[in-house]
Every structure is written in C-alpha cells, then in structure tokens.
C-alpha cells in the first residue's frame, strides 16, 4: 500500500507532510465572499450531457479520491482514499477509503459509492468519460471501504491512477430513485467542505462551510476552504461585472481583457488601495484557446485553406494596439508545460515521427513550427501573398475579387461564433482579422451567442469557425484521446470539436499513456504537438503567464515562492 500515488518519481511530499507549500495553515476562518459566474444553470450534475450544469456545486460539495497539487503535478495525495494500492504487474489500482470519510448526513463514504460513481459516469455520462475511463476492464468491491480497478490486459497506462484519483465521489443511496442522465435542480448530497445552501437559477447560488467536514484536518485540506459562506452571482457579460466590483457587489474578480486591466481601474476605490490589483503567478499549463476550424465541413478539410486563413490573424497588432503587450501568443498546444514542440524533430521525438514519414507531411521533419509575424505592414502583406498561394495550390482563385472553389463555383466564406460572456471584448480584436481576410478574397462575418445557446451550437457541432477555448493538463494524457481522437470526433458533446480524424494523432494519444519513462513521456507530448501544429487545425490566440486578479483589501491570499496562479479557495477574510 502507498500514501501516495507518484506518475514517475517520488512528490515532493514526504508521508509526514502537514500541509502543501502554498497553503497558510494558519489561515483564519469565517467571513463570506461573493464571486461572479456566467451564464446560466438548469442543472446541478456537470457530468451530463443534457441541461446547462453549474460546475460550482461539484467543485464544493463532493470530495474526490486524491489530490493532486499544484507544485507537484505527478503525484496524488490521499483525500477520500488513506492509501493506495497497485500491484507490481499493474493489473489493477486500488483504492483503501478513509474510515473517517462521510457525506454532510453524516452517513459514511463506502465502495459502493465509489462504484456507482464510476458506473453513472461511464454508463449515463456525457460522451466524454466513456473515453477517458476506456482502459478500466472492471471494477471490483473487496469489502466496503476498498476498490480495484482492473486494468484490460493489453493497456499500458500510467496515467490511470492519476485519472481515477479525480473522480468525484456521489452518495448511492441519495440518488434511489432518480435518473443520473437527467438534468435537474435537486441538491445532490455530497463529502465536501461545503453544503448548497440556497439557490435561484441563473440568478445565484449560495454555499455554507460545513463545519463537520470530515477533511478538514487532512494535510491534503490544510489550510484551503476558509470562508464561512461563498456566494456566485450570475452575469451574462464579464464587463458588467467589473462595475459590480467597484459597487462592492463582488469581493474578488479576475480580470480577462488587457485594456481594462491597464485602464479600467483608474478611480479613487483602487487609488486609495480598498481595491488591489495583483498579477499572479502560475506554473498552470495556458489554457488552449484558438480559432476552431470545423473540419468536417468540406471548405476546411483542406490544411493549406486552413493555414492561409491562419495567416491574415494578426496578433502583433492585436497585442500591441488591443492587449498593451500583456499577451504571449500561444505557439504549442501544451504552452507553458515545458514539453512544446521546438525547433526540428531530435532524438526520441524524432525516432517516434519516423515511424510515420510515410504518411506523415515533409514538413513534420523539415521545418520549425512557428506562427506568423505581422510587426511590419510588409511582414502582413507577405503573409496574405503566401495564403493566396497555399489556397490556389488547394483549388481556389480569386474570380471577381471573391476567392473561389475552381472546382464547384462556391466562395470561400465562413461565419465566426462567438460567446457573449466574452464576446464583446473579441469584437475589437475580430475587425482587422475579417479585413485581412477581406484583402485575400474571404468573406467572414462574426456572430455572439448568448452562452447556451452557444454551448448547444458547439455541441451538435453546428459552426463553421469558433471562438473556443479547451484546459489543458500539466501532463497532457487520456484526455487528449477526446481532445483530438477520431472517435470522438462524430460524438455530440465530445471535445473534439474541430472534427480531428487522424490516425497518426490517435497512435500518439495512445502512446503518450503508455510510455513508462519521464522521457518518452515527453517525446510523444511533443510529436503530439508537432503533428497537430503542422495540420493547422486552429489558429492559437493567447495566453499570460499570470492572472490578474482584482479585489477588496480586506481579503488575504498566502505568500508563497510556489507559482500557484489564483485559488480562492487558498484565501481568506480579516473580518
């Protein structure tokens, strides 16, 4: 048995460790805090296909098997489960429960809940799971604190005990009676440090710290989960929010537009220092957000078209006219991981790509992946001389100005979706791209949705072009199968949204799992990237290595060398 579960080397917490370095464990409790959220909810099970969920209830009210922190992505520490189990074939990963471990009733957490846990999720769950736990074989009861899971016998998979380590943990008997597939407004009971207390849909939700959470005194759980009350109050628009801020309606608030961060906050409330502004630090993977291509459709099954509208975006002018040079453009689908693709194909990333030459692009080992520069008008026009050679080598000409399929007659046009929760701030930014495109003979309009109606036009993947935005792990691995894997590229409300169909993607996303050295982990992280990077599939945006985070002064958060970006969870009130 092991207290903790290291990927490929030992954490950097001993089995005696107190509490995680970023942590005050001193930190006092009490007091409320108010945040905002966007959009809207019908619904209080996330892991559902159907309805509009609020993931807040999961995140507070239900406990998972581990804990994985921030300053040491490779390891699980123990939360519902004391100890951890894996034989040395690694036929199976066994989870030993907390005799300790109960729901807010009181009632104790069993291996019966953590079975019908895994079993709602892969048999009722959205597509997603079906995926992600694609590996496990079986799952087995050994008694009622203790589970395996068993393992098919021709996987390799590394990842696995860090994957069944997340999984959050429901009460068996509290959902007799009830559909798991179905969205509805019925509280749900959980093990977490706090209890749903009141609600109003889409309009707020209000938790109560339970002062009998059973994890309070963990190490995993020292020092996180301080106020007494939290409180989301729903928005539809991030902008409005900022007003809500000064009005003292909002606590705490992070900032997503660079020019109100430089200019927004220039009032007597920030002045006087009621209000602080801080950047911080995070050692986070950049969320992967891009311009999507929906390659399904036939106008963008083409990589040259692809690439040539990649092109006309011009994030130089963008950063430096919209973003007051606070953005880095995204270069990697794993940015800030340390496993980006780089420079050409060496060593072990090479030797995995060569098993591909054949069908693989030149390219792949010829050229750097690297995106365009527009820091010069000539840079840009040389840019939108180069698309309109790729797209004449896919087929298309300009005939009356308009860039046109030679072979059928159609324009090359498309419609750019947007969310409106941010949309607004993107307007700015969609201008001179669509001119760009203007220039090159392409037509392309920009559209905001409202956010669901947004959500169910991604999920039935009815868009041309996309605003999107994706998470990505510290340790890219079984996720990415439903990232970018040809299976789930036709499921509805898969994350494969851009429609990826691509064998060599698929043997990497199973090799990246499977490897069993730090190493070779890292090659296929990489091949990964550069495969996907040469195919153009999207048109990466930005990303900032810190999070603006604006907020009254009477909240505390730790001072930590550990870049551990924004928790709220890790923060406190002086009153």
């Known amino acids: 048995m092991l207290s903790s579960l290291p990927l490929y080397e030992e954490g ?76 040395d074939d690694n036929s199976f990963i066994g989870f030993i429960l907390n005799p300790k471990a109960q729901f807010s009733d009181g009632t104790p957490v069993t291996a019966d809940d953590v079975i019908f846990s895994y079993t709602s999720l892969i048999e009722n769950g959205a597509p997603f799971y079906k995926a992600y736990y694609s590996d496990i074989e079986r799952v087995e009861k050994v008694n009622d604190t203790h589970v395996r899971f068993h393992i098919k016998t021709e996987t390799s998979n590394r990842e696995l005990p860090l994957i069944l380590s997340q999984l959050k943990i429901y009460s068996k008997k509290d959902w007799d009676g009830h559909d798991f597939s179905k969205p509805e407004l019925r509280i749900p009971l959980g093990s977490g440090p706090y209890i749903l207390d009141k609600y109003a849909p889409s309009k707020y939700l ?51 537009i660079a020019k109100i961060w430089v200019s927004g906050y220039d009032n007597d409330i920030v002045k006087s220092g009621k209000i602080k502004q801080e950047n911080l630090k ?8 891009f311009f999507g291509f929906n390659t399904r459709l036939d106008k963008f099954s083409d990589r040259r078209v692809r690439q040539a509208i990649g092109l006309a975006f011009n994030f130089d002018w963008a950063n430096d006219k919209l973003f007051y040079q606070q953005y880095q453009r995204l270069f990697s689908y794993f940015t800030n991981t340390g496993m980006e693709a780089t420079g050409l194909p060496q060593g072990k990333e090479k030797d995995i790509l060569k098993q591909y030459q054949s069908v693989l692009p030149s390219s792949v080992f010829e050229q750097t992946p690297s995106l365009p520069s527009h820091k010069t008008p000539m840079e840009t026009r040389e840019n939108l001389k180069t698309a309109v050679r790729l797209l004449n080598e896919a087929g298309y000409d300009f005939k009356d100005g308009i860039m046109t399929n030679l072979k059928t007659g159609e324009p090359l046009n498309f419609e750019i979706l947007g969310n409106s929760a941010n949309g607004s701030s993107f307007t700015r930014v ?111 945006q930005w990303y900032a290595p810190y999070k603006r985070v604006a907020y009254w002064n009477r909240l505390k958060h730790p001072q930590t060398d550990v870049k551990a970006g924004f928790d709220v969870f890790t923060w406190w009130s002086e009153q």
């Open 206 to 256: 209000v938790f109560k710290r339970n002062p009998d959470y059973w994890a309070k005194d963990l190490p995993s759980r020292k020092g996180f989960f301080n106020f007494d009350e939290v409180r989301y109050d729903y928005y539809q628009d991030t902008t409005v929010t900022l007003q809500a801020l000064f009005a003292g309606n909002l606590d705490i608030r992070e900032e997503y």
């Open 282 to 289: 995070h050692n986070q993977a950049a969320n992967l957000q």
């Open 430 to 540: 969609m201008l001179p791209f669509i001119e760009n495109l203007r220039k090159i003979g392409i037509k392309a309009t920009f559209r905001n949705l409202e956010p669901n109606i947004f959500k169910n036009r991604l999920d039935t993947f009815d868009f041309e072009m996309a605003i999107l935005a994706l998470g990505v792990s510290n340790l890219p691995g079984n996720e990415q199968k439903d990232m970018w894997g040809s299976q789930a590229a036709d499921i509805s409300g898969s994350m494969n949204l851009v429609g990826v169909k691509n064998p060599v993607v698929d043997d990497l996303t199973r090799l990246l799992v499977a490897v069993e050295q730090r190493e070779d982990y890292e090659a296929a992280v990489k091949a990964l990237d550069r495969v996907l990077l040469n195919e153009h599939y999207i048109i990466p």
């Open 12 to 87: 950097n917490y001993q089995d005696s460790f107190s509490h995680f370095n970023y942590v005050n464990p001193e930190a006092p409790k009490g007091g409320r805090i108010v945040m905002p959220a966007y959009g809207g909810f019908d619904n209080f099970n996330p892991f559902i296909f159907k309805g509009i969920a609020t993931p807040e209830h999961a995140l507070l009210s239900l406990d998972t098997l581990g804990v994985t922190p921030v300053d040491d992505h490779t390891t699980v520490y123990p939360l519902l489960a004391e100890y951890f189990e894996i034989p």
